[in-house]
């Protein structure tokens, strides 16, 4: 194989340019229309090669990543791809084998492109109808992609009829530039390259890489990673570069049992830091430095609304942990085969000014008394889009009753036990449009009686009156039962994990819902959740984990 990839590189820097060039310029249309600020195909061919670029990489105006295609034409198995990342790293690949796997149904019908008879081929990928058009008259090959590359020179790319890739101009140039240079770029695989070209079409942040997340106080903070909560809550700081407005952001975590075998409640988390009091005090000092709400019943609640001195935590993503996924799986059922990890991965786009320009305190909690816990990963992804239309946004979170500090003191949600339920005043500083509300709930109690199992209404009241209202319930938890290899059998022929909660599944993530708040004035507001709790049951109780986010566009007058 050394000795002939060493004569197939030979070949590309001896090459003469005696021959007839070719250059192809082809244009994308859909739906009959062309791509609006498309950046055209070109193809360069003669006898001996051809190469598959663009405009932009022509001109060197092209954004990073970015790939060409050369193919030999003097051994036509063979091509490179070659791609470039924005970190000025370059690989590429040679393949043998994918041309001569193409096969094509030819027809007799004929039309002119550009002035030249062409010929019909078909071809069908992954149930997407290809056709093709090529000329034979030029007595050259070439293609703006891979496929049908030894046809002739396809002058028409037509995909299921409504994505075309057509030639507009055929130029014969006296140089061609065919020539790929491999000195700096490193060969790879097929599934490496592919690999590599994805990753670098966006930004990859890791905050944790099989972190533990555990019930210890063995559990110490090092250098990057810190731990409270006697090992329940890991926290690191991350800095953002500004984010472009419309970029695509999503969270991903990964989780397996370290050695608990229960479902438990998770959260991934941003603490601001912008008010004088911060989450980050109750971490460090104690629970005792947060604000408290009180709803009349004697229980004080610590840290769950805004107040002028205090700003919750901004909840990211709310997940549960299945039971026992890996450090199980030796449990054996028949046609079982368990999942080794589960995967959650959200887009949190929507809460780009909490982190773009940004350096932030983010955080993972599970909720658990297990010496061995969970193991966790937790990745950001950036997929930077700019979007025409630049606004001000407001993005205030109002509450969070998620007691992410529970094993250090942080009392349970049962607020709702009362007419007040959960109420929290705040102020706006200008006008706001189109204004939302970013809400994520859950019920717990996990008994016959506990809210965790029963239908409960979910009432938002903005300044007295019901601007909506819901009732959080999740019926499909028995699609997740692989997740779940400790999870309990019962008399009946369901598994624990088959049966439907209030918003969420053992394995699942909880999405949120955005509430129309319509446009609020400036001035003071208030903002209450009703729920009818569950009233306590010998040593159980229930209570409701939720967190809400006051979105819109700023007007300044």
Known sequence: MRIALTLFLVFWVGMVQAQKNYKITYERNYNGNPIENQDFIIVLTNVDATRITSEQILHQTKDFPYEETFIDRKNPKNYIQQAFSAEGKSFYLLDSVSLEKQHFEFFDEQKTILGYVCKKARTVINSNTIDLWFTEELGIKGSPVILGQNLGLILEYNRNGNFVVQATKIETPKKAGITPNLNQSEKVDNLTYRDLLWKSRFTTLSVFEDEIINFSDASKSNDSILRFANGTIALRKIKFDEIPFGSQI????????????????????????????????????????????????????????????????????????????????????????????????????????????????????????????????????????????????????????????????????????????????????????????????????????????????????????????????????????LYNPASGNFNNGLSSSDYSRSNWCPGTLTNPIMIDLGDLEKGTHTLQVKIPQGAPEGGSFSSWNVSGILMGEVLER
Not at 343 to 351: A, V
Not at 364 to 374: L, P, Q, R, T, V
């Open 250 to 481: 999503f969270v991903e975590l990964t989780t397996q049992s370290n050695g608990d075998a229960y479902d438990r409640t998770g959260s991934v988390f941003v603490i601001p830091t912008d008010s004088k009091t911060s989450f980050l005090d109750a971490l460090e000092k104690g629970i005792q430095e947060l604000p408290g709400y009180t709803n009349g019943n004697s229980k004080k609640y610590q840290g769950v609304i805004k107040t002028e001195a205090y700003t919750p935590l901004v909840e990211l993503m709310r997940f549960f942990t299945p039971f026992g996924i890996h450090h199980y799986n030796h449990i054996k059922l028949k046609n079982k085969d368990w999942h080794d990890k589960v995967t959650y991965r959200q887009d949190i786009s929507e809460l780009l000014p909490v982190l773009s320009g940004k350096e932030v305190y983010i955080g993972a909690f599970i909720g658990n008394y297990d010496k061995g816990g969970h193991k966790v990963s937790l990745n950001l992804t950036i997929h930077k889009e700019e979007s025409q239309t630049q606004k001000k946004m407001l993005l205030m979170p109002l509450f969070n009753t998620t007691n992410v500090m529970e094993m250090a003191g942080q009392e349970y949600a049962t607020m709702f036990d009362s007419e007040k339920g959960l109420e929290v005043t705040f102020t706006l500083e200008n006008e706001i449009k189109n204004a939302q509300l970013r809400y994520i709930t859950t019920g717990h109690g996990g008994w016959g009686g506990g809210d965790e199992f029963l239908p409960k209404k979910n009432t938002i009241l903005l300044n007295g009156k019901e601007a909506f209202s819901f009732v959080p319930w999740r019926q499909d938890c028995g699609s997740y039962r």
